[in-house]
C-alpha cells in the first residue's frame, strides 16, 4: 500500500472517532428536550417533542442513523433552528473560510517577507524589530488585539466596519487580527531556516556564478527554506479555523464557531456533531493536502 | 472563594474603551437617514410565530413582522390590535370581536378563520413546547361565530387570557399550511407593521416598512437587527455611529455609551435577581428563620449602588410593579439580627453551596454574597456553572444550596405566584406552603376583580414573609441609544421599533 492511501485510512479512522466520541460527549452533557421546551408545557408536549426529535430511540441506534444519514450528507434537523445543519453548517462554513484562507495569505505574505528580511539583515536593528515585532505577535491574546484595532482603525479613524460582513472591508481588521500569531510563527521559521541555508555550500556556488543576489535569495535560498514552513503553514490553517471562534465573536463574523458555541449551550445534538464533523473533516483534509504537497516537493518522503 | 483571574476580558475590554475615549474622537456629522440599526447579543434562531424562545431579539422581531388580537402595553395594560374588542360572555367564553379589512402581506384576507388555524397549530408539536396559550388559559375550544367573531372557550374560568393572547401571532393560514417549516421559519409572513426582506443568520434580519398596514406605515422605514456577541462590539458600533440602539449593555459599562453620539438609557427591568433558596436541599435552609436570617444578612443596598452602580433599585415584593402591595419593604441589613435568627432556629455555622450560571455580573453578586454570609458565621461555597447545565439544575430542582437566578419580565400578578405554588413546574426552589398554594389556587378562578386582588395581596403578603429566595435586585435594562433616535424602552426587554421615530 503506498504512503497516500495509508494516510487516507488514517484520515477516515480519525473521522469516525471524532464523530462518535462527539456524539458521546453531547450525549451525555444532559437533556436537549429540557432546555428546548419552557418549563410549564405539559408532558405530552414533551413526550411528543423527544419522539419528534428521536430522542426515544437506544443511543447506539441513533448513532447508527446518524453515521448513515452522515454518510449521505443529510447531518439531521438543528433542535433550535429548525433547519437542516447540512444548509446551516455549509452558510457558515463558508463564512469561516473566507476568514482563515484571507488571513492564511496575510500569514503567508507577512512571514516570508519578514522572515528574509530579518535573515538578510541578522543583527542589525531591521532584525531587532522584526524581532520585537514577532514577540508581541506571540503575546498577545488575539481578543485584545482586535478591541485595539477596532478602536484604532474604526472607532477613531473609521477606515473599516467595527464589526459584520456585509462589505468587503468588513474582513480587514478581523483578518488582520486572526493571522497575527501565524505570521509571527511563520516569521521565525523562515528566519532561521534562512539563516541557515544562506550559510549552505550551494548559496556560495552561486553566488560564485555571479548569480544575481536577489535571485539567489528569493529563488534558490527559499525554496530550501520553506520546507518546514509548509508543515507548519498546513498546521498553522487548521490552527485558523479553529480559532477563528474568538474572533469571529469580537467581530460578529457569522462563522462556524459561534454556531458551535451556540449549540453546545442549547444541546443543540444534530448542529454541534455537524459543526465538529465538519470541522474535523476540514482539518483532515488540510493534513492529508499538506502530506501530498510535501510527497511532491521532498522526494526523500517518498521513499520512506 | 474561588480567585479569578488576574485581568478579566471584561476589564480588558474596559480598559480598551476608556483608551479610545481618550483619543480624540471625530465629531462628524452622522447620517439623519439611512437604516435604523439594532444589535443583540443573541441570534435571532427562527422567525416562526409560534416558535418565540426570547422576547428580544426574536420577540422583537416577531411583534414588529405579525400582529396579535392584544397587545401588552410597557405598563402591562391591553392595547386592541386585530382584536377590536372582548367581552366574557360566559365565565369560560371570550367573545372577540376582529378587525375588518387587514390583509397578509401575501394578500392572504384576515378573519375568524386565520385565528382558529393559528391557534390550533400552537397546539401541536413542536409548537406546543414553546408556545403556551392553551395549558395557561385552560383553551378548550375555538368557535367561529361569524367572519369576525371567535369564541374561545375555556375548561374554568380564567383571568389571564388576555395576558397569553398577546404572545399568540397571526401568521397568514394558508402559508402556514402550505409552506415547508424552514421556510415559514425563515420567511414569516404577517400582517405586521413590518415585513421582512432579507436574513442573514447570525448576522442580520433587515425590516421594512409594510406600506398597507392597518395602523399606517411606521414612521422608521428601514430596520436592521443585527447579532453583535461581543458587548465591547456592541458599544464600539454604537459610538462609530453605525448602530443606533446597542441592547443589553451590562451596569459597570453602561458610562461608555454616553458620548457625543449616543447615551445610556437605563429602566429598573422587570426581572427578579436573587437567590433562590433550596427548600428541599440542605436542612437549615427549610427553616423560615435561617431564610429570613439570609436576607437581613445581605446589604443588598449598597450591592445596588457599588456592584450595579446605583442603575436598579431592590425588588420590593415578588409581584411586579404596578400591581405588587405598596406595604411591603425590603429587608434591612441588620447582621445582628440575622445571627440572633441563625441562634435561634439552631443553625449558625453551616456549609451553603452558592451556585450560579449565565446572568449579568452573576459571579460579582455571587461573591458579594458569599462575603456577607461568612461575616455571620456561615461557610458559602461557590460554584460556578456552565449555562446550559444550570438551566438544566433549576428545571430539575436540583440545586440544595442557593442559586442566582432571575425571574423573567412578567407583568401580571396572578401569573407571577403562580409559580411559586407546590406543583408548579418553574418552582425551582422546591417552596411548599399549603396555605399560600390554597390562596392562589382560589385567586385564579375568583373572577371579581377587588375580590381576587384581595386574596392575591394577602398571599404575596404571606410569601414575602416566608423568604423562599434571599431578594436582590430588578436587573436593570440598559440600552445604548443613538443621539438621532426617539426609542421608548420598555422593561421587558422587547424593541418595538414602530413606535420609535427619528429626530428633527
Same mark, same amino acid.
Given at each position: 500500500? $503506498?504512503?497516500?492511501?495509508? !494516510?487516507?485510512?488514517?484520515?477516515?479512522?480519525?473521522?469516525?472517532?471524532?464523530?462518535?466520541?462527539?456524539?458521546?460527549?453531547?450525549?451525555?452533557?444532559?437533556?436537549?428536550?429540557?432546555?428546548?421546551?419552557?418549563? $410549564?408545557?405539559?408532558?405530552?408536549?414533551?413526550?411528543?417533542?423527544?419522539?419528534?426529535?428521536?430522542?426515544?430511540?437506544?443511543?447506539?441506534?441513533?448513532? +447508527?442513523?446518524?453515521?448513515?444519514?452522515?454518510?449521505?450528507?443529510?447531518?439531521?434537523?438543528?433542535?433550535?433552528? $429548525?433547519?437542516?445543519?447540512?444548509?446551516?453548517?455549509?452558510?457558515?462554513?463558508? =463564512? *469561516?473560510?473566507?476568514?482563515?484562507?484571507?488571513?492564511?495569505?496575510?500569514?503567508?505574505?507577512?512571514?516570508?517577507?519578514?522572515?528574509?528580511?530579518?535573515?538578510?539583515?541578522? =543583527?542589525?536593528?531591521?532584525?531587532?524589530?522584526?524581532?520585537?515585532?514577532?514577540?508581541?505577535?506571540?503575546?498577545?491574546?488575539?481578543?485584545?488585539?482586535?478591541?485595539?484595532?477596532?478602536?484604532?482603525?474604526?472607532?477613531?479613524?473609521?477606515?473599516?466596519?467595527?464589526?459584520?460582513?456585509?462589505?468587503? #472591508? #468588513?474582513?480587514?481588521?478581523?483578518?488582520?487580527?486572526?493571522?497575527?500569531?501565524?505570521?509571527?510563527?511563520?516569521?521565525?521559521?523562515?528566519?532561521? +531556516?534562512?539563516?541557515?541555508?544562506? =550559510?549552505?555550500?550551494?548559496?556560495?556556488?552561486?553566488?560564485?556564478?555571479?548569480?544575481?543576489?536577489?535571485?539567489?535569495?528569493?529563488?534558490?535560498?527559499?525554496?530550501?527554506?520553506?520546507?518546514?514552513?509548509?508543515?507548519?503553514?498546513?498546521?498553522?490553517?487548521?490552527?485558523?479555523?479553529?480559532?477563528?471562534?474568538?474572533?469571529?465573536?469580537?467581530?460578529?463574523?457569522? +462563522?462556524?464557531?459561534?454556531?458551535?458555541? +451556540?449549540?453546545?449551550?442549547?444541546?443543540?445534538?444534530?448542529?454541534?456533531?455537524? *459543526?465538529?464533523?465538519?470541522?474535523?473533516?476540514?482539518?483532515?483534509?488540510? $493534513?492529508?493536502?499538506?502530506?501530498?504537497?510535501?510527497?511532491?516537493?521532498?522526494? !526523500?518522503?517518498? =521513499?520512506? | 472563594?474561588?480567585?479569578?483571574?488576574?485581568?478579566?476580558?471584561?476589564?480588558?475590554?474596559?480598559?480598551?474603551?476608556?483608551?479610545?475615549?481618550?483619543?480624540?474622537?471625530?465629531?462628524?456629522?452622522?447620517?439623519?437617514?439611512?437604516?435604523?440599526?439594532?444589535?443583540?447579543?443573541?441570534?435571532?434562531?427562527?422567525?416562526?410565530?409560534?416558535?418565540?424562545?426570547?422576547?428580544?431579539?426574536?420577540?422583537?422581531?416577531?411583534?414588529?413582522?405579525?400582529?396579535?388580537?392584544?397587545?401588552?402595553?410597557?405598563?402591562?395594560?391591553?392595547?386592541?390590535?386585530?382584536?377590536?374588542?372582548?367581552?366574557?360572555?360566559?365565565?369560560?367564553?371570550?367573545?372577540?370581536?376582529?378587525?375588518?379589512?387587514?390583509?397578509?402581506?401575501?394578500?392572504?384576507?384576515?378573519?375568524?378563520?386565520?385565528?382558529?388555524?393559528?391557534?390550533?397549530?400552537?397546539?401541536?408539536?413542536?409548537?406546543?413546547?414553546?408556545?403556551?396559550?392553551?395549558?395557561?388559559?385552560?383553551?378548550?375550544?375555538?368557535?367561529?361565530?361569524?367572519?369576525?367573531?371567535?369564541?374561545?372557550?375555556?375548561?374554568?374560568?380564567?383571568?389571564?387570557?388576555?395576558?397569553?393572547?398577546?404572545?399568540?401571532?397571526?401568521?397568514?393560514?394558508?402559508?402556514?399550511?402550505?409552506?415547508?417549516?424552514?421556510?415559514?421559519?425563515?420567511?414569516?409572513?404577517?400582517?405586521?407593521?413590518?415585513?421582512?426582506?432579507?436574513?442573514?443568520?447570525?448576522?442580520?434580519?433587515?425590516?421594512?416598512?409594510?406600506?398597507?398596514?392597518?395602523?399606517?406605515?411606521?414612521?422608521?422605514?428601514?430596520?436592521?437587527?443585527?447579532?453583535?456577541?461581543?458587548?465591547?462590539?456592541?458599544?464600539?458600533?454604537?459610538?462609530?455611529?453605525?448602530?443606533?440602539?446597542?441592547?443589553?449593555?451590562?451596569?459597570?459599562?453602561?458610562?461608555?455609551?454616553?458620548?457625543?453620539?449616543?447615551?445610556?438609557?437605563?429602566?429598573?427591568?422587570?426581572?427578579?435577581?436573587?437567590?433562590?433558596?433550596?427548600?428541599?436541599?440542605?436542612?437549615?435552609?427549610?427553616?423560615?428563620?435561617?431564610?429570613?436570617?439570609?436576607?437581613?444578612?445581605?446589604?443588598?443596598?449598597?450591592?445596588?449602588?457599588?456592584?450595579?452602580?446605583?442603575?436598579?433599585?431592590?425588588?420590593?415584593?415578588?409581584?411586579?410593579?404596578?400591581?405588587?402591595?405598596?406595604?411591603?419593604?425590603?429587608?434591612?441589613?441588620?447582621?445582628?439580627?440575622?445571627?440572633?435568627?441563625?441562634?435561634?432556629?439552631?443553625?449558625?455555622?453551616?456549609?451553603?453551596?452558592?451556585?450560579?450560571?449565565?446572568?449579568?455580573?452573576?459571579?460579582?453578586?455571587?461573591?458579594?454574597?458569599?462575603?456577607?454570609?461568612?461575616?455571620?458565621?456561615?461557610?458559602?461555597?461557590?460554584?460556578?456553572?456552565?449555562?446550559?447545565?444550570?438551566?438544566?439544575?433549576?428545571?430539575?430542582?436540583?440545586?440544595?444550596?442557593?442559586?442566582?437566578?432571575?425571574?423573567?419580565?412578567?407583568?401580571?400578578?396572578?401569573?407571577?405566584?403562580?409559580?411559586?405554588?407546590?406543583?408548579?413546574?418553574?418552582?425551582?426552589?422546591?417552596?411548599?406552603?399549603?396555605?399560600?398554594?390554597?390562596?392562589?389556587?382560589?385567586?385564579?378562578?375568583?373572577?371579581?376583580?377587588?375580590?381576587?386582588?384581595?386574596?392575591?395581596?394577602?398571599?404575596?403578603?404571606?410569601?414575602?414573609?416566608?423568604?423562599?429566595?434571599?431578594?436582590?435586585?430588578?436587573?436593570?435594562?440598559?440600552?445604548?441609544?443613538?443621539?438621532?433616535?426617539?426609542?421608548?424602552?420598555?422593561?421587558?426587554?422587547?424593541?418595538?421599533?414602530?413606535?420609535?421615530?427619528?429626530?428633527?
Amino acid at each position: 500500500m $503506498n504512503y497516500l492511501s495509508k !494516510r487516507l485510512i488514517r484520515a477516515i479512522l480519525v473521522l469516525l472517532g471524532v464523530s462518535f466520541a462527539t456524539f458521546l460527549v453531547a450525549q451525555s452533557t444532559g437533556d436537549p428536550v429540557a432546555l428546548l421546551v419552557k418549563p $410549564n408545557a405539559t408532558e405530552e408536549a414533551r413526550e411528543a417533542l423527544t419522539r419528534h426529535l428521536g430522542l426515544d430511540q437506544p443511543l447506539l441506534v441513533q448513532y +447508527g442513523l446518524f453515521l448513515w444519514r452522515a454518510l449521505q450528507g443529510d447531518l439531521g434537523q438543528s433542535f433550535v433552528y $429548525n433547519q437542516s445543519v447540512v444548509s446551516l453548517v455549509a452558510d457558515r462554513l463558508s =463564512n *469561516t473560510f473566507l476568514l482563515a484562507f484571507v488571513s492564511f495569505a496575510i500569514a503567508l505574505v507577512l512571514s516570508v517577507t519578514l522572515g528574509v528580511l530579518a535573515a538578510l539583515y541578522r =543583527n542589525t536593528w531591521i532584525d531587532a524589530a522584526i524581532t520585537v515585532f514577532t514577540m508581541i505577535g506571540l503575546a498577545v491574546p488575539a481578543f485584545w488585539l482586535g478591541l485595539m484595532l477596532i478602536l484604532i482603525f474604526a472607532v477613531t479613524w473609521q477606515f473599516f466596519p467595527v464589526s459584520g460582513s456585509d462589505q468587503a #472591508s #468588513s474582513l480587514v481588521l478581523p483578518a488582520l487580527t486572526l493571522s497575527m500569531q501565524s505570521t509571527a510563527r511563520l516569521c521565525r521559521l523562515v528566519r532561521s +531556516g534562512m539563516i541557515e541555508v544562506l =550559510n549552505a555550500d550551494f548559496i556560495r556556488t552561486a553566488r560564485a556564478k555571479g548569480l544575481f543576489e536577489s535571485r539567489i535569495v528569493w529563488v534558490h535560498a527559499l525554496r530550501h527554506a520553506l520546507l518546514p514552513v509548509v508543515t507548519m503553514a498546513g498546521l498553522e490553517l487548521g490552527d485558523l479555523i479553529s480559532s477563528a471562534v474568538v474572533i469571529e465573536a469580537i467581530f460578529a463574523w457569522p +462563522g462556524i464557531g459561534r454556531l458551535a458555541i +451556540g449549540a453546545v449551550s442549547s444541546r443543540d445534538f444534530p448542529l454541534l456533531q455537524g *459543526t465538529v464533523l465538519v470541522s474535523a473533516f476540514c482539518f483532515v483534509a488540510i $493534513n492529508l493536502f499538506v502530506d501530498w504537497l510535501y510527497h511532491r516537493i521532498d522526494p !526523500r518522503v517518498r =521513499n520512506t | 472563594m474561588k480567585s479569578g483571574p488576574i485581568l478579566t476580558r471584561r476589564q480588558l475590554g474596559r480598559g480598551a474603551v476608556a483608551l479610545a475615549a481618550l483619543m480624540s474622537m471625530p465629531s462628524g456629522a452622522f447620517a439623519q437617514s439611512g437604516p435604523v440599526v439594532i444589535a443583540s447579543e443573541d441570534d435571532v434562531s427562527t422567525l416562526d410565530p409560534h416558535l418565540i424562545r426570547n422576547n428580544h431579539p426574536i420577540g422583537s422581531v416577531v411583534w414588529s413582522v405579525f400582529d396579535s388580537l392584544v397587545r401588552r402595553n410597557a405598563d402591562g395594560t391591553h392595547e386592541p390590535r386585530l382584536a377590536l374588542s372582548w367581552e366574557q360572555v360566559e365565565p369560560i367564553r371570550w367573545r372577540f370581536k376582529l378587525r375588518d379589512g387587514v390583509t397578509f402581506t401575501n394578500g392572504e384576507k384576515f378573519d375568524a378563520a386565520a385565528v382558529k388555524y393559528n391557534f390550533e397549530r400552537m397546539n401541536i408539536s413542536p409548537f406546543n413546547g414553546e408556545s403556551q396559550l392553551w395549558p395557561q388559559t385552560g383553551l378548550t375550544a375555538i368557535e367561529i361565530v361569524d367572519p369576525l367573531t371567535i369564541d374561545l372557550v375555556t375548561s374554568a374560568p380564567t383571568v389571564n387570557m388576555l395576558y397569553w393572547l398577546e404572545e399568540g401571532f397571526i401568521g397568514a393560514p394558508a402559508y402556514l399550511k402550505d409552506t415547508s417549516p424552514d421556510v415559514v421559519g425563515a420567511k414569516p409572513i404577517g400582517s405586521g407593521p413590518y415585513v421582512v426582506t432579507e436574513w442573514k443568520q447570525g448576522d442580520r434580519v433587515v425590516l421594512k416598512a409594510n406600506p398597507s398596514h392597518w395602523n399606517g406605515e411606521p414612521a422608521i422605514k428601514d430596520v436592521i437587527f443585527r447579532d453583535i456577541p461581543e458587548l465591547s462590539s456592541r458599544i464600539n458600533e454604537l459610538k462609530a455611529g453605525s448602530v443606533d440602539i446597542a441592547v443589553g449593555l451590562s451596569p459597570d459599562t453602561a458610562d461608555e455609551a454616553n458620548s457625543d453620539k449616543s447615551k445610556a438609557v437605563a429602566v429598573a427591568g422587570l426581572r427578579k435577581m436573587h437567590m433562590g433558596i433550596s427548600c428541599n436541599g440542605i436542612e437549615p435552609l427549610k427553616d423560615k428563620r435561617v431564610r429570613q436570617a439570609l436576607n437581613y444578612a445581605v446589604d443588598v443596598k449598597t450591592m445596588v449602588e457599588t456592584l450595579l452602580g446605583g442603575q436598579t433599585k431592590p425588588i420590593v415584593s415578588i409581584v411586579n410593579p404596578p400591581n405588587n402591595n405598596p406595604d411591603l419593604k425590603p429587608f434591612e441589613y441588620d447582621p445582628e439580627k440575622a445571627k440572633a435568627l441563625l441562634a435561634e432556629a439552631g443553625f449558625t455555622d453551616f456549609e451553603i453551596p452558592i451556585a450560579y450560571g449565565r446572568y449579568p455580573a452573576a459571579k460579582e453578586a455571587s461573591e458579594t454574597v458569599a462575603a456577607y454570609l461568612e461575616a455571620i458565621g456561615l461557610k458559602p461555597k461557590i460554584e460556578a456553572y456552565e449555562p446550559g447545565k444550570f438551566v438544566e439544575m433549576i428545571r430539575a430542582k436540583a440545586f440544595n444550596g442557593i442559586y442566582y437566578y432571575g425571574w423573567a419580565s412578567l407583568i401580571n400578578p396572578s401569573v407571577e405566584l403562580v409559580i411559586l405554588t407546590s406543583d408548579a413546574v418553574d418552582n425551582s426552589n422546591g417552596y411548599n406552603n399549603p396555605d399560600y398554594d390554597a390562596l392562589v389556587k382560589k385567586a385564579s378562578v375568583t373572577l371579581d376583580d377587588g375580590e381576587r386582588q384581595k386574596l392575591l395581596t394577602e398571599a404575596e403578603t404571606m410569601i414575602w414573609e416566608d423568604c423562599p429566595w434571599i431578594y436582590l435586585w430588578y436587573l436593570p435594562a440598559i440600552y445604548g441609544v443613538s443621539n438621532r433616535l426617539d426609542f421608548p424602552v420598555r422593561p421587558d426587554d422587547y424593541v418595538e421599533m414602530y413606535r420609535a421615530k427619528l429626530k428633527g
